[in-house]
Nanobody, 124 residues
Framework: QVRLVESGGGLVQVGASLNLSCADP????????VGWFRQAPEKEREFVAG????????RYADFVKGRFTISRDRYKNTVSLRMNGLMPEDTAVYYC?????????????????WGQGTQVTVSS
């Protein structure tokens, strides 16, 4: 059963922006932290950004600081990832996940439910 649904990926050129969205129709993460991860071909999945249950705490991987912004709309129960200044190394499948707790985790075991991912491809 799909609990989280990502959207907003696509094929863009270097320097472009994309806005990824994670929808939670079953209200899985209403009171939980939410994270974005990504997995590039032949690489392990890695943490990108996370936000606490009320949006009061945010955390970013070093490689996206200053370029990506995570936010959440508690009324719509969605979490967004705004990605600016995209580079070819940002090419990956991006996943959102609902944390086990209200706070942010940076490791996969910190998360219980995952979406199916959305592909982001940045061409040079």
């Amino acid at each position: 059963q799909v609990r989280l649904v990502e959207s907003g990926g696509g094929l863009v050129q270097v320097g472009a922006s994309l806005n990824l969205s994670c929808a939670d129709p079953r209200r899985t993460f209403s009171n939980n932290g939410v994270g974005w991860f990504r997995q590039a071909p032949e690489k392990e999945r890695e943490f990108v950004a996370g936000i606490s249950w009320n949006g009061g705490e945010k955390r970013y991987a070093d490689f996206v600081k200053g370029r990506f912004t995570i936010s959440r709309d508690r009324y719509k129960n969605t979490v967004s990832l705004r990605m600016n200044g995209l580079m070819p190394e940002d090419t990956a499948v991006y996943y959102c996940a609902a944390a086990l707790r209200a706070s942010i985790g940076t490791a996969e075991p910190d998360y219980r439910y995952w979406g199916q991912g959305t592909q982001v491809t940045v061409s040079s």
